[in-house]
């Protein structure tokens, strides 16, 4: 099993990005982006089943961010727009054999299978 997570960089505050993530090696029920600031714990960014029915947003990317599947070579995306200084960190994707619901999503920890990160920076 692989996922690995490319698609960062230095953007201006106010503009968009997006990460993709290739996920080989077995099939998955639920996959996820987390991120990690400097200095900070790793945080929930956004969930979604593997067919896309249910997707879960932190509320710092709510309305500003979409998470998906490229049915094409099952790519994992995610798209933030207007970013926010705050928005730097180093996004990971992760995936999970199972599924997962609601709350649980957000945890890390219920995650098995991790990509090893791409940097994100936004400058003001």
């Known amino acids: 099993v692989q996922l690995q997570a490319y698609g960062g960089g230095l953007v201006q505050a106010g503009g968009s990005l997006r990460l993709s993530c290739t996920a080989s090696?077995?099939?998955?029920?639920?996959y996820a982006w987390f991120r990690q600031a400097p200095g900070k714990e790793r945080e929930f960014v956004a969930a979604?089943?593997?067919?896309?029915?249910?997707?879960y947003y932190a509320d710092s990317v709510k309305g500003r961010s979409a998470i998906g599947r490229s049915n094409v070579d099952n790519t994992l995306l995610l798209r933030l727009d207007n970013l926010k200084p705050e928005d730097t960190a180093v996004y990971y994707c992760?995936?999970?054999?199972?599924?997962?619901?609601?709350?649980?999503?957000?945890?890390?920890?219920?995650?098995?299978?991790w990509g090893q990160g791409t940097l994100v920076t936004v400058s003001s």
């Open positions: 090696g077995r099939p998955f029920s639920i």
């Open positions: 992760a995936a999970r054999a199972e599924y997962l619901s609601g709350t649980m999503t957000r945890l890390g920890s219920m995650y098995e299978y």
């Open positions: 979604s089943s593997w067919r896309g029915e249910a997707k």
